[in-house]
């Protein structure tokens, strides 16, 4: 018999006062939580979370390139940088797994290449992609939330050379 599992995601105590606080006290100034703090943080835990379940499976994890071109340009040092962290991981990236798109293509949905990183995660011939920098998969933080969140419904996820410069408490 199989079943489904089901994720839940409590929210940080500090939000659910919030809501509580905010309800009681609208007047009241409040600090928003750092939106580009909480996707690092969520990116880093899919990453952890799925290279724990393939070290569980004895497996090295399998992974593809991305990289965006400018003015035509190829991304060769982008990628070299992504192929060397793979490496130094030891980790695998299986031939013809490296994809880039024109850096003038804003919106993720109109990336070929990207796509094609989304449909080798979705088929099971790669376990995630490696980027350069988050604004290499969007500059846009709700689009790269979802991007992170589609990663997590497909049992992927991605790695930055240049992990998110946030400070957090």
């Known amino acids: 018999m199989t079943s489904q599992s089901t994720t839940y995601r409590a929210r940080p105590w500090m939000d659910r006062d919030n809501a509580t606080e905010r309800w009681l006290r609208p007047d009241e100034l409040r600090v928003s939580p750092d939106r580009n703090a909480q996707l690092m943080k969520l990116r880093k835990g899919q990453m952890e979370h799925r290279l724990d379940v393939l070290r569980m499976r004895d497996r090295a994890p399998r992974l593809a390139l991305y990289g965006r071109t400018v003015n035509g340009q190829p991304p060769v040092r982008s990628l070299a940088a992504g192929c060397e962290l793979a490496e130094r991981m030891r980790w695998q990236v299986p031939q013809g797994q490296t994809f880039t798109d024109c850096l003038s293509v804003a919106a ?31 500059p846009d933080l709700d689009a790269y939330g979802a991007e992170l ?10 790695v930055l050379v240049h992990a998110e410069n946030v400070v957090t408490a």
């Open 108 to 138: 993720c949905e109109d990336r070929h290449g990207w796509a094609r990183v989304k449909e080798s995660v979705r088929q099971g011939f790669t376990d995630g992609v490696v980027a350069l920098t988050r604004a290499t998969i969007s």
């Open 149 to 158: 969140d589609w990663f997590d419904l497909h049992s992927g996820f991605l």
